[in-house]
């Protein structure tokens, strides 16, 4: 008779016979278990980019926020009613969730502003300006300064309302359509003040920005019309810089001391509520759903060393060393334990990818590959199933 090999004998001794139907429920299982535990960890991932990733320079509406009082029959009429004090502004500066706050500078005196596009077309109007601090800005252009008798002012429009005029108003009006480009080569008119003290400056547009929906210019020129007056006297306006603008307790300080703010932050607040609950009952189906795969995958384990009782009383007698059958059993079990995860990583990968794809046509930026999170999930929970594995087979070698 011909000697069988040692693998093909302890296969033979170890293994035949046996049903894969529960090993293959189980692997099964484990598979969409652990698939839906890492698309739970993606949707936290993937919802905590939006508000503070770098995919976009802003995320969803930015961590900036500008602030004012609510206007109310009350103290409509008052516009002293409706400007912050020193006390409120540092009181905001020390809330919880208040990286930094800033004051928004209206500029005091009427600005009319005109621009001639082409020959025999052009348009006016009364025209807004405030100022921020710099460092609340988000694209500002290298020649962002001005000095009192400087005739030139660069100005900074909000990219909403280049949007606004190429699609409203100048089709209405028979006007040119302008690009970002075309309408920084072209200069305005900007006259400050009424009357015999209007003051006529040239301006320029030196950029556009997402963040602030007003027209800026520099702090600088704002205080030097305004007659140097402090900026603490007339804030009616704040922005402010916080880490988490779906901050529930943030936006109850806010209907509390009768602020309003980006009707944004209420409903990312909603949608934050919304992600967490999903996030939580999906890892929780995963988690009892992969511990009952695990638990099938032990027993079967376990029934299998079981059934071949004494087939490992036979290979101990000849030699073979507890240790010596673990590793076999292991060495057996361990690629279709890996199989499972590795079809549980690809089910990530494709789910991340299908959300880099579909978000892009809605103006969200995800990463097309999954992040850390995913990645430490998965390397997790395959060291713990190993660990189980090997802890089963050598409990049920030992019970034998």
């Given at each position: 008779m011909k000697k069988l090999p040692?693998?093909?004998?302890?296969?033979?001794?170890?293994?035949?016979?046996t049903s894969g139907r529960r090993l293959w429920a189980s692997l099964i299982a484990m598979a969409i278990g652990l698939s839906l535990l890492l698309i739970a960890v993606l949707i936290w991932w993937n919802f905590n980019q939006?508000?503070?990733?770098?995919?976009?320079?802003?995320?969803?509406?930015?961590?900036?926020?500008?602030?004012?009082?609510?206007v109310t029959?009350?103290?409509?009429?008052?516009?002293?009613?409706?400007?912050?004090?020193?006390?409120?502004?540092?009181?905001l500066r020390h809330t919880p969730q208040v990286e930094d706050v800033g004051i928004v500078q209206a500029l005091k005196p009427s600005a009319y502003m005109s621009m001639e596009i082409a020959e025999g077309a052009g348009f006016s109007t009364v025209i807004i300006l405030e100022a921020v601090p710099d460092r609340f800005m988000d694209k500002r252009p290298a020649d962002w300064s001005w000095k009192p008798g400087s005739s030139t002012i660069p100005v900074i429009l909000s990219s909403s309302f280049l949007s606004l005029y190429n699609y409203v108003f100048a089709p209405s009006q028979g006007l040119p359509q302008l690009s970002e480009e075309t309408?920084?080569?072209?200069?305005?008119?900007?006259?400050?003040?009424?009357?015999?003290?209007?003051?006529?400056?040239?301006?320029r547009v030196a950029g556009f920005s997402d963040r602030i929906t007003s027209v800026l210019v520099p702090e600088a020129f704002v205080q030097y019309?305004?007659?140097?007056?402090?900026?603490?006297?007339?804030?009616?306006?704040?922005?402010?810089?916080?880490s988490d603008p779906t901050s529930t307790a943030f936006a109850e300080y806010l209907e509390a001391h009768g602020?309003?703010?980006?009707?944004?932050?209420?409903?990312?607040?909603?949608?934050?509520?919304?992600?967490?609950?999903?996030?939580?009952?999906?890892?929780?189906?995963?988690?009892?759903?992969?511990?009952?795969?695990?638990?099938?995958?032990v027993l079967f384990i376990e029934l299998t060393i079981a059934r071949a009782r004494q087939s490992v009383q036979l290979l101990q007698e000849i030699g073979y060393s507890p240790a010596s059958l673990q590793h076999y059993l292991s060495s057996r079990f361990l690629p279709l334990l890996f199989g499972a995860?590795?079809?549980?990583?690809?089910?990530?990968m494709l789910a991340q990818l299908a959300a880099w794809y579909f978000g892009a046509g809605s103006g969200l930026h995800f990463?097309?590959?999954?992040?850390?999170?995913?990645?430490?999930?998965l390397l997790i929970i395959c060291l713990l199933l190993f660990v189980q594995m090997r802890r089963a087979i050598g409990k049920a070698l030992k019970h034998v």
């Open positions: 040692g693998a093909e004998l302890l296969h033979t001794l170890l293994l035949r016979g939006l508000l503070h990733g770098r995919a976009t320079e802003d995320s969803l509406s930015s961590t900036f926020l500008t602030i004012s009082r609510k029959n009350e103290n409509m009429g008052h516009p002293e009613l409706t400007v912050f004090s020193e006390k409120e502004i540092d009181d309408i920084k080569a072209l200069p305005f008119n900007l006259a400050v003040g009424a009357g015999s003290a209007a003051v006529n400056y040239t301006a019309a305004n007659g140097n007056q402090s900026a603490n006297a007339r804030a009616s306006r704040l922005i402010v810089k916080v602020y309003v703010t980006n009707s944004e932050l209420l409903r990312w607040s909603k949608a934050r509520a919304i992600v967490q609950v999903v996030a939580i009952i999906t890892g929780v189906l995963a988690l009892l759903l992969l511990g009952i795969s695990l638990l099938v995958f995860i590795a079809a549980s990583a690809a089910i990530g990463a097309a590959i999954p992040g850390w999170p995913m990645w430490a999930c």
